[in-house]
């Protein structure tokens, strides 16, 4: 997987960088001192739902465009008065999805996303680490114009370890080598996140006024690329036996017989989900019939 740093200019709010959504009142201030003093960047580690949508300054890489997913590494502007120069974080599994306004009632006033990751797989220090430029470039590299850099082929393993050397305390170390890890490991496929990004354009249109739409007569193909946990075939086998076809929600048994099992259809459902934390666990899941399971998450 490439490794992307990108330099951005530390929130020029108090408290903990890039936690919250900047507010209307806030986002006035800013913008009409210094237009690009932190504003975006702000909502860079922050979990909405379970995914992490960032912002990208612009005349950001095209290499970061291609499709592939990525790591990216949050650097701070050395020229910050506060907060500059250091590394606040670090991203696995992003995916690049273009410029995108933000939506919602929290959004209105004209921030924009370019990428996206799993929530489980951002992590923003909790102690910055300083020198970022002379960890990233070396003691005589310099920085190539625009906000964006990539690792160089084959001195990724050494500037990850710079960073993991530099980090404070072994639960940070064990963090970051789990996310690097679970970023590498995990397979390509479609999953309820990716359904999640659909469901939300497709809200998005729904928000809009009516017009006639043309539609695609030859859909193209894209590769679709996510993140799915890894999840214990014994955990689904228990939590179906227990349920003995009935659905845990509506207690009407499944739908149809499944060609695999042989048993009535269900889906196992975890109730603290994967993305947020909760554990692989039977008492953490329950069977559900396809209505009951997709009002779960859409309902």
Same mark, same amino acid.
């Given at each position: ?131 970022? &430029? =002379? ?10 114009? *625009? +906000?964006?850099?990539?690792?160089? @082929? /084959? ?85 179906? &036996? =227990? ?10 048994? *499944? +739908?149809?017989?499944?060609?695999? @099992? /042989? ?37």
């Amino acid at each position: 997987m490439d490794i992307f740093v990108v330099r951005l200019n530390p929130d020029p709010r108090e408290g903990v960088p890039y936690s919250n959504f900047v507010s209307e009142k806030e986002y006035k201030k800013i913008h009409s001192s210094s237009p690009m003093d932190g504003f975006h960047e702000a909502v860079n580690f922050m979990s909405e739902g379970g995914v992490i949508r960032g912002y990208l300054p612009p005349r950001h890489s095209a290499a970061l465009r291609n499709g592939e997913p990525f790591v990216l590494v949050t650097i701070t502007a050395k020229t910050a008065k506060k907060g500059g120069n250091q590394i606040v974080g670090i991203q696995s599994g992003c995916i690049y999805e273009g410029e995108t306004e933000r939506e919602g009632a929290s959004h209105k006033q004209g921030l924009t996303w370019h990428y996206r990751c799993p929530a489980s797989l951002s992590y923003l220090f909790p102690n910055p680490i300083p020198f970022a &430029r =002379e960890i990233v470039l070396g003691q005589d590299g310099s920085w190539v114009r *625009g +906000p964006t850099y990539k690792i160089p @082929t /084959g001195t990724e393993q050494k500037f990850l370890a710079s960073i993991s050397n530099n980090l404070k305390g072994a639960t940070s170390k064990a963090k970051l080598k789990a996310i690097l890890r679970s970023g590498d490991a995990q397979k390509a496929e479609v999953d309820f996140e990716a359904e999640d990004t659909f469901e939300q354009k497709v809200a998005e249109e729904l928000g809009k006024p009516s017009k006639k739409v043309k539609g695609n007569k030859h859909p193209t193909q894209k590769e679709v690329k996510t993140y799915a946990y890894v999840r214990d075939p014994k955990v689904v086998a228990q939590v179906l &036996r =227990e349920a003995k076809g009935i659905c845990f929600d509506c207690e009407n048994k *499944g +739908p149809f017989i499944s060609k695999v @099992t /042989g048993q009535p259809y269900l889906e196992v459902h975890h109730v603290q989900m994967l993305k947020d934390g909760g554990p692989d666990t039977p008492e953490n899941a329950v069977a559900l019939c396809p209505n009951c399971h997709r009002a779960r998450h859409y309902g």
